[in-house]
């Protein structure tokens, strides 16, 4: 099937025929789509967010709780959903909003892994590691404190996000809270927002605490189903993705077997997708269909990629 051979690209337009315009993408991604098979293949395969309505909302209130006024009374964001919702994603997303100047140490947002960290010291320990901090495995917690908090201050933080925070539960109960005592104590002595994101386990560890629930907004990335919302989250797939005949992937049947076959998962619909789309510069046909995506589990040819541009 080669519907739309490699010649369509504006680089081999002969010179006479004026560029293609790729209209069904966005501007930024028109020039992707002129660019040869090796160069797309690596953009699809790479980081690209939409900024779907959760992800929309979670960057307002960041924003909100970023550029207040330091108070005292801070408060943060709790950002819950399933593995694969796309927390990590949103928490870069905000990170990257907010760029450590090149020409002062300021770094405006730390942000952290709670992966396995039972204790407050190590929780210290990861903020001093984030900033390049002394980390000295006989520091004391409150040795560790005082120099994780006076880091922050130094850096003027405006922000701490901590992933994966549902790992406050693999502590027995006292560890637990004694964990939760310690991020509303960074947020009253700093008065720093924390933007925290987790599983639903964590929306269960804050709300036994009472201070936590009340000063932690709520966000929750979907599981997503079929309807108007996941129709516009492909609607803008398609309109990213440097393919350059349109994909209609907003339509009852593609969204039926994505979330048929995915549960709903972002992380899997977005593997799919990612797939097929490759297939479709490698077979030619530059635009997904309902077959390619009941064809997309499988891992595309690497061998395959690796000469996607033999013929140019
Ligand atoms: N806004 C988005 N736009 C496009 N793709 C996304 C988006 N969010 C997530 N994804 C896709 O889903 C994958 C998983 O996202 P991410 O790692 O952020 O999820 P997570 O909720 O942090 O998962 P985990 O619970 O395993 O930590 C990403 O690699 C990306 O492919
Ligand atoms: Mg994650």
Redo the contacts with the bound molecule.
């Keep these: 099937m080669n519907h739309m051979p490699n010649d369509a690209s504006n680089e081999s337009s002969p010179s006479n025929e004026a560029p293609q315009i790729f209209e069904h993408l966005v501007p930024r991604a028109r020039e992707a789509a002129a660019q040869n098979g090796t160069t797309r293949i690596e953009i699809i395969r790479g ?6 309505a959760a ?1 929309a909302q979670g960057l307002n209130v960041a924003r909100w709780l970023l550029e207040g006024p330091r108070r005292t009374r801070t408060t943060g964001l709790l950002v819950t ?10 928490a870069n997303l905000i990170k990257r909003s907010y760029p450590a100047s090149a020409d002062s140490d300021d770094e405006p947002i730390v942000m952290i892994c709670m992966t396995g960290a039972r204790h407050m010291r190590t929780v210290y320990g990861r903020i001093l590691e984030a900033l390049n901090g002394p980390v000295k495995a006989t520091h004391h917690t409150a040795d560790r404190e005082m120099a994780a908090l006076r880091l922050l201050r130094a850096v003027k933080c405006r922000g701490l996000i901590v ?2 925070v549902q790992d406050v539960l693999a502590g027995n109960v006292n560890e637990q809270r004694r964990t939760l005592d310690g991020l509303k104590y960074i947020m009253n002595e700093v008065q720093l927002p924390i933007i925290a ?1 987790g ?1 639903e386990g964590a929306a269960e560890a804050f709300r036994s605490d009472k201070h936590m629930d009340k000063r932690f907004d709520r966000l929750v ?1 979907p599981t997503w189903s079929v309807g108007p919302e996941l129709a516009a989250l492909l609607t803008s ?1 398609a309109r990213i993705l440097p393919l350059r005949r349109p994909s209609h992937l907003a339509t009852k049947d593609i969204m039926e077997l994505l979330v048929d076959e995915t549960d709903g998962s ?2 899997d619909m ?2 799919l997708v ?1 797939h097929a789309a490759v297939e479709a510069i490698l077979s030619g046909s530059e635009c997904i269909t309902l077959g390619d995506l009941q064809a997309a589990r499988a891992i595309p040819n690497m061998e395959a990629i690796d000469h996607v541009d033999d013929d140019l």
């Design positions: 980081d690209w967010v939409i900024r779907h992800v959903g399933p593995v694969g919702a796309g927390k990590t994603t949103l992933d994966e994101m599983t990335l797939v972002l992380h977005m593997t990612r």
